[in-house]
């Protein structure tokens, strides 16, 4: 689950698969939001964003190994805090600004990203699936429960990846889905879901 995007570009950095993702979400969030971040791309970098701008994710995903946002980016915008319209994006579609839902949740998130090649275990994101941060997604459904939503279940496969842990997922889902439509009270993991990461909104460097 993409929780924090800031967190997710770092966390994929250098990874052999999933760094494809970095200028995929540089193009989506410039298409969505109107910016242009091609002033601060280095010559590499808009060769990449170029070659991905009509693209799908599947065509990125182990295109670009060792991919990371230093490569794209020219040299003073080293920090992706550096460029003020970065930092107003991600702030905008990090889930954890949004309001709380008032509907029951049921969300599964995966941690054994190495299996698809991601190893980064920086402070402050830690662990994840491959491409989502696993800390991420529990500080979001800790922020659910302790701000009014109390039927949150939350379940972490630390054996699977994302991949994996979607197919784990999916019958999980359909199987909480069919008890909503019958009518049985929502679950709760309120309570016992480990700590997650900070959501803070991304300051500008």
């Known amino acids: 689950m993409l929780v924090d995007p800031a967190h997710n570009l770092k966390y994929v950095g250098g990874s052999p698969v999933w760094s494809g993702v970095i200028p995929m979400a540089l ?8 910016i242009d971040l091609r002033p601060y791309a280095s ?16 065509t990125a995903l ?28 991600v702030n905008k579609v990090n889930i954890g600004s949004a309001p709380t ?4 949740g049921f969300i ?5 990203g190495f299996l698809e090649g991601t190893t980064r275990t920086l402070p402050g994101i830690g662990t994840g699936d491959g491409v989502m941060v696993a800390g991420d997604v529990r500080a979001l459904a800790r922020q659910y429960c302790a701000t009014g939503n109390g039927s949150i279940e939350y ?36 309570g016992h879901i480990p700590a997650g990461n900070a959501l803070d909104p991304e300051q500008p460097a």
Do not use: M
């Open 108 to 112: 599964a998130q995966g941690n054994a």
């Open 62 to 89: 182990g295109r670009y190994p060792g991919l990371t946002w230093q490569k794209i980016a020219k040299p003073e915008y080293a920090n992706p805090n550096s460029v003020p319209p970065f930092v107003a994006a």
């Open 27 to 34: 193009i989506g969030v410039a298409r969505g939001y109107g």
């Open 101 to 104: 839902p008032s509907v029951p």
């Open 43 to 58: 010559e590499y970098g808009l060769k990449v964003l170029d070659e991905l701008e009509h693209a799908s994710i599947i």
């Open 155 to 190: 379940t972490q496969y630390d054996a699977l990846s994302h991949v994996g842990g979607a197919a784990a997922w999916a019958p999980s889902a359909i199987a909480w889905l069919a008890d909503r439509f019958a009518g049985k009270a929502a679950p709760s993991s309120c």
